[in-house]
C-alpha cells in the first residue's frame, strides 16, 4: 500500500511539473501570437479565403497522448466542435472553441473518448486533482479554450501510446462513422499519439470501408515508440519504457507505425498527408521522416507533406502566423483535390458534427447555435 502511494505521489509531481512548464511555454509562445490582428485571427488572410461548403464532409480525430478530446478545437475554427463526455449519466455533449483557431478540419465526430481519459473527477485520488489541473492550465489558460464544462482527468494505468486499445477504438469510431454517415467524405486526423493510432488503423480498413475515407491527415506522427523515446529522453530512456510497461498498458512488442506502413495491408489508395515541424522537440523530424521514407519507398501515388519552420509540437496550428497560411493552404489544396470543395460562399457553414440520440441534443445545439451565428456574422464582416 506504502509503494502504490508513493507511485501515485510521484505521478501527482510530474504532472503537476508538466503542467508548469507547459503554462510557462505556453504563456510565451501566446502572448505574442494573440496580439496579431487584435487577438481575432493569426493569419495573414481573410477567413472567406477558406470558406467553403461542409455539409459532405466529416472528420474523424484522434488526439496526442494524454490529451482529451477537445484538442481538436485547435483545428476546428472559431465555430468549434462537440465533445462527448461519457462518464456522465446518460452521457452530456460539451461544444467547446477557441476564437482564433484556424479552420482545418470540419465537422468533427463526437465518439466517446479514449479510455486514458475520464470525466467527472474524483477529490480524493490525487492523479485526478492534479491531471485535471493540467488540463486547465493548457486548454483553458493556455489555448484560451472555451465551453468546456467539465473537467477531464488522467487514467495513467490505460495509457498505450498506439497501442492496440488506442487502435481498436479508433477503428470503431471509423466504422461507426461510415454506417451513420454513409453519404459524406471522411477525413481521418491525428496529431501525434493520434497520428500514430491513424496509421496503425489504416492497416485494418477493409476495401469497402477504405471507399469511404478520402483523406489522411497526420501531425507529427512517431515511427516507433523506441526511436521517440531515445530522442526525448536520452540515458533514461530504457527507465521510461519500463515504467510505461510496468504501470500501463503499453507492450514492447505492440505493432509500430512504421511496421503499419510498411506492410503489404496498408492502403496506398488513401491519400495521405504529413505535418511536421523543424522546431519540433516533442516528436523530432527524425522520428517522422522514417514514415514518409518508407511509403516513397513503396511508390504510394498520393502521399504530401508539409515541413513547418516555427511552430512546436503540441501548437502546430497556433503557434506562428506565417506556419498557419501555409498550413490552411496545405489543407485547403489537399479539400480541393481528394475531398471536392463547393466555393459558394452562402453555402459555407460554421456547424459542428455530433452523433447523438440523446433527448439533451435539440436543446444542447440550440445554445450552439447562438454561438454560431455570431461566428457567422463576424465573417460576413471580413
Excluded at 301 to 323: G, K, T, W
Aim: charged share 20%; glycine share 6%; with cysteine.
Amino acid at each position: 500500500m506504502i509503494a502504490l502511494y508513493i507511485i501515485i505521489a510521484c505521478l501527482a509531481i510530474i504532472l503537476a511539473t508538466a503542467a508548469l512548464v507547459a503554462l510557462t511555454n505556453l504563456y510565451r509562445q501566446g502572448v505574442r501570437l494573440r496580439s496579431l490582428d487584435g487577438g481575432r485571427s493569426l493569419i495573414g488572410v481573410h477567413p472567406k479565403d477558406y470558406l467553403f461548403d461542409t455539409s459532405h464532409v466529416v472528420t474523424v480525430f484522434c488526439q496526442g497522448n494524454g490529451a482529451s478530446r477537445a484538442q481538436g478545437a485547435k483545428y476546428a475554427g472559431p465555430g468549434g466542435m462537440i465533445v462527448r463526455l461519457d462518464d456522465a449519466p446518460n452521457y452530456r455533449l460539451d461544444h467547446v472553441y477557441i476564437e482564433n483557431s484556424p479552420r482545418l478540419l470540419y465537422n468533427l465526430y463526437a465518439w466517446p473518448d479514449l479510455d486514458d481519459i475520464g470525466y467527472g473527477v474524483s477529490w480524493w485520488n490525487p492523479v485526478h486533482w492534479i491531471s485535471a489541473l493540467a488540463h486547465e492550465v493548457v486548454l483553458k489558460m493556455g489555448y484560451n479554450l472555451r465551453g468546456m464544462r467539465s473537467r477531464p482527468h488522467n487514467r495513467p494505468t490505460y495509457i498505450n501510446v498506439a497501442g492496440e486499445r488506442d487502435v481498436a477504438q479508433y477503428l470503431d469510431a471509423v466504422r461507426q462513422c461510415i454506417a451513420t454517415e454513409p453519404t459524406r467524405r471522411i477525413v481521418l486526423f491525428g496529431t501525434s499519439r493520434g497520428a500514430s493510432t491513424v496509421l496503425l488503423a489504416m492497416r485494418h480498413l477493409s476495401t469497402d470501408e477504405r471507399g469511404h475515407i478520402a483523406l489522411a491527415l497526420v501531425e507529427g506522427p512517431f515511427d516507433t515508440i523506441r526511436h521517440v523515446t531515445d530522442w526525448r529522453f536520452g540515458r533514461a530512456a530504457p527507465l521510461v519504457r519500463w515504467a510505461m510497461r510496468t504501470f500501463a498498458l503499453y507492450r514492447e512488442d505492440q505493432a509500430s507505425p512504421l511496421e503499419a506502413v510498411r506492410h503489404a495491408e496498408f492502403p496506398l489508395d488513401i491519400p495521405l498527408a504529413f505535418i511536421r515541424s523543424k522546431v519540433d522537440t516533442v516528436v523530432p523530424e527524425e522520428c517522422t521522416r522514417p514514415l514518409v521514407i518508407a511509403l516513397k519507398a513503396r511508390n504510394h501515388p498520393a502521399l504530401h507533406e508539409l515541413v513547418l519552420q516555427r511552430s512546436h509540437h503540441s501548437r502546430m496550428s497556433l503557434d506562428d502566423a506565417r506556419d498557419q497560411e501555409s498550413y490552411l493552404r496545405f489543407v485547403y489544396d489537399l479539400y480541393a483535390r481528394y475531398v471536392g470543395i463547393n466555393n459558394d460562399k452562402n453555402a459555407a457553414c460554421s456547424s459542428v458534427m455530433y452523433n447523438t440520440t440523446s433527448r439533451q441534443a435539440k436543446e444542447f445545439m440550440d445554445s450552439v447555435n447562438d454561438h454560431l451565428s455570431k461566428v457567422d456574422d463576424y465573417v460576413e464582416t471580413q
